[in-house]
């Protein structure tokens, strides 16, 4: 069974910083994407930042270029990969419910639309405030 667990979220100041983890589980995602996207109240689910799990290309959204850092970290005897979302200098439109999802071949993940996206995890809570 996939599994998708997103951890790290929290309170944060602005301009402060703070790491979000997503642990994909439960299939081999060998050549797949892992994509974040945040979805802040009132508002629709966004692309945030995807990163492929074997070639490491990635997608930032433009406005949070030099904000915005993903990295991956993989298992493989596991079946275990965890990308890793990095929010520098955190600013109060950042606050929002951050969630994490696959995509086999990286066509909506590399151009961060949700649709199309996998086996959505129950987010993690960024509130940016102080």
């Known amino acids: 069974q996939v599994q998708l667990v997103e951890s790290g979220g929290g309170l944060v100041q602005p301009g402060g910083s703070l790491r979000l983890s997503c642990v994909v589980s439960?299939?081999?995602?060998?050549?797949?994407?892992i994509g974040w996207f945040r979805q802040a109240p009132g508002k629709e689910r966004e692309g945030v930042a995807c990163?492929?799990?074997?070639?490491?290309?990635?997608?930032?959204?433009?406005s949070m270029k030099g904000r915005i850092d993903i990295s991956r970290d993989i298992s493989r005897d596991k079946d275990q990969y965890t990308a890793y979302l990095s929010i520098l200098e955190a600013k109060s439109e950042d606050t929002a419910d951050y969630y994490c999802?696959?995509?086999?071949?990286?066509?909506?993940?590399?151009?961060?639309?949700?649709?199309?996206?996998?086996?959505w995890g129950q987010g993690t809570r960024v509130t940016v405030s102080g």
């Open positions: 990163i492929g799990v074997s070639d490491g290309s990635t997608y930032i959204q433009d």
């Open positions: 999802a696959t995509d086999p071949l990286g066509v909506s993940c590399l151009r961060g639309n949700r649709i199309g996206m996998n086996g």
């Open positions: 439960g299939f081999t995602l060998k050549d797949g994407y």
